[in-house]
């Protein structure tokens, strides 16, 4: 019976040894007088809906009716993620969580073509005019978002306050954009000094970290005239050339994976552009497509596939990001 009580110790003890490591990271949060649900959710960063349930889940034996706190009682605090915050993305995904830090020490400088006076090239689509800046400024939304989700320092060169992340077809044309809260030249020379200048400012703050300028336009071209999506990189600009082929290996990739019988006819290219000439980091300059071309406009006005064009312009850049990283280390 002796040896019976003592197992029933050890195994006890045991027990609660491990509950104690699996606890270590749990952390508890006891409500303040008159503090309501949402407000304690708040407090204790509880934004998303899959934390808010999961605290409900972890302390429904210790809630009151309608899963009202109880004063005195210590609750369980699931782990939060770290929630970043950008207006630009719009007022529904202005908060969002840090996906991974996988970029950690790159900054990017993204910049949208045209905006503000000009709004590039345009498309006819039925009755709809399709303009080039609100297309590319989506697209080069979209791409910030996921480039900050997983660690990167992100600087979006052309701004809108008031358009972020838009999932119609129709993007409606305005002349708000500014580049970095200043207004938009309509002389072409003094709109790329502009862009250039900030660019540049902003290089020099993060001198000696891994950077890279991505130039994002929509093409105009015959309505016959289908492209792909192509690169340029300024002359020779090695690491140019390097970042504009790794983008374009994943869309090749991209297009054997998801299309295999249609083929791929992206193409790199150096280029003698002002951005690329004159910016300071290493840049590639994206074309999108022909915006008035009806297949090529699938690929803007399908917000699907702007989030893909994004996603797939994330990955080339994650892959140089790694490339660079483990070129030092060699």
């Not at 979209?142 to 993007?171: C, F, P, W």
């Not at 005239?225 to 690169?231: C, H, Q, S």
């Not at 280029?271 to 290493?282: A, G, V």
């Amino acid at each position: 019976m002796m040896i019976k009580r003592l197992l029933l110790l050890l195994i006890t003890s045991t027990f609660l040894q491990v509950q104690a490591q699996e606890a270590t990271n749990i952390t508890f949060s006891t409500p303040k007088n008159g503090e309501g649900l949402h407000a304690f959710f708040k407090r204790n960063g509880l934004h998303s809906d899959e934390l808010r349930a999961q605290f409900l889940k972890l302390n429904q034996s210790n809630l009151g009716k309608n899963n009202s706190l109880l004063m005195g009682v210590k609750y369980l605090i699931p782990e939060t993620s770290t929630i970043l915050h950008e207006p630009l993305y719009g007022k529904e995904r202005a908060h969002f969580e840090l996906e991974s830090n996988t970029l950690k020490g790159a900054v990017f400088h993204l910049v949208s073509g045209h905006g503000g006076p000009d709004p590039g090239a345009l498309g006819k689509y039925g009755n709809k005019t399709l303009s080039e800046d609100e297309y590319a400024y989506d697209i080069t939304l979209r791409l910030a978002k996921k480039l900050q989700e997983n660690g990167a320092t992100v600087h979006m060169i052309i701004e809108d306050k008031n358009d972020g992340i838009r999932d119609h077809s129709y993007l409606e044309s305005d002349k708000d954009e500014t580049c970095m809260g200043q207004a938009i030249p309509l002389k072409q020379i003094d709109r790329l000094q502009q862009r250039t200048d900030a660019v540049n400012k902003l290089y020099l703050q993060f001198k000696g970290s891994y950077q890279r300028c991505v130039v994002i336009h929509v093409d105009s071209r015959s309505r016959g005239k289908e492209i792909d999506v192509f690169f340029y990189h300024a002359p020779k600009s090695k690491s140019g050339k390097a970042a504009a082929q790794s983008i374009l290996q994943v869309f090749d990739k991209k297009y054997k994976e998801h299309q295999p019988s249609r083929g791929y006819s992206g193409i790199v290219n150096s280029r003698n552009l002002y951005l690329l000439r004159k910016t300071y980091p290493t840049a590639v300059f994206v074309e999108l497509g022909n915006i008035r071309n009806y297949r090529d406009q699938q690929r803007f006005i399908i917000q699907n596939n702007r989030q893909a064009l994004a996603n797939w312009m994330y990955e080339g850049l994650l892959n140089d990001f790694n490339t660079q990283k483990q070129k030092k280390l060699n």
